[in-house]
């Protein structure tokens, strides 16, 4: 079953996180077991200040947790050094954000391209790659823009064309679609659906919003730094908007 057992893309055991020492130390978590199977697309929710951030921080490589064991593929995240981690982020991870952070004055095309520049891509292997990513976020035809000149739906639509040009197991989303009206969130949803669908991407997404978690197929909701509830559901959620 996916999701569960020693077959889990993503496996956290007791993992823990305490900001600061002493007097002024906080545990932010307190103790998350979480298993993620491959191609999951997971909804994480919860109160401001539960924990999620530093969650999917942990999950990203971004941030190393204070105990617990993080296993990504059988591998232990927690024992890996620096660099070693950067390599784990860059090869088997994408991101995506709020404030969808693009270089400001750079073209959709460079700044997809920018991931496989960090790798050490050639030249026409990037451009081609990029190309393609923005075709499959329906950007074909925008490449020479810069962000100023796209919409919010269309800068968060480069964003994650550069999550997925190195072809990522896994999207960490981090509220994709809190800067955007309804109707952009919808389609900013769909295409995440389309992604985890059509291309098996993990996808791994914090969200406020009951009508975006409903596109996601598990819910996870954390409360004080640990996962108070863990919902799955049929995917009809998902097609039915
Ligand atoms: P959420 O994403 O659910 O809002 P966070 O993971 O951002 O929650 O934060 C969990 C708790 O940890 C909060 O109380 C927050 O203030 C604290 N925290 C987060 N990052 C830091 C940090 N770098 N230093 C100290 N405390 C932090």
Request: charged fraction near 20%.
């Amino acid at each position: 079953m996916s999701g569960q057992g020693a077959d889990a893309l993503i496996r956290l055991v007791g993992i823990t996180k305490t900001y600061g020492t002493g007097q002024a130390a906080f545990q932010a978590l307190r103790g998350v077991d979480l298993d993620i199977g491959a191609g999951e697309f997971v909804a994480v929710m919860g109160p401001s200040g539960s924990g999620k951030s530093t969650a999917m921080n942990v999950l990203g490589c971004l941030d190393t947790p204070s105990g617990g064991e993080y296993l990504f593929r059988g591998v232990h995240v927690e024992r890996l050094e620096r660099n070693q981690r950067a390599l784990l982020r860059r090869h088997y991870l994408g991101f995506v954000f709020q404030g969808f952070n693009l270089l400001a004055r750079t073209s959709a095309q460079e700044n997809v391209e920018l991931p496989l520049l960090y790798r050490g891509e050639e030249a026409g292997a990037r451009h081609a790659a990029a190309r393609a990513a923005l075709a499959r976020v329906g950007l074909a035809g925008w490449e020479a823009h810069t962000p100023a000149e796209l919409s919010g739906g269309q800068q968060q639509r480069v964003a994650i064309a550069r999550a997925i040009v190195t072809n990522p197991l896994v999207l960490l989303a981090d509220e994709p679609t809190g800067n955007l009206d309804s109707q952009r969130s919808h389609e900013i949803m769909e295409l995440l659906v389309a992604l985890n669908r059509d291309q098996g991407i993990t996808v791994i997404m914090v969200t406020h919003e009951p009508d975006m978690a409903a596109y996601a197929r598990r819910v996870v909701r954390f409360v004080d730094g640990r996962v108070a509830s863990d919902e799955r559901r049929e995917a009809e959620a998902a097609s039915c908007s």
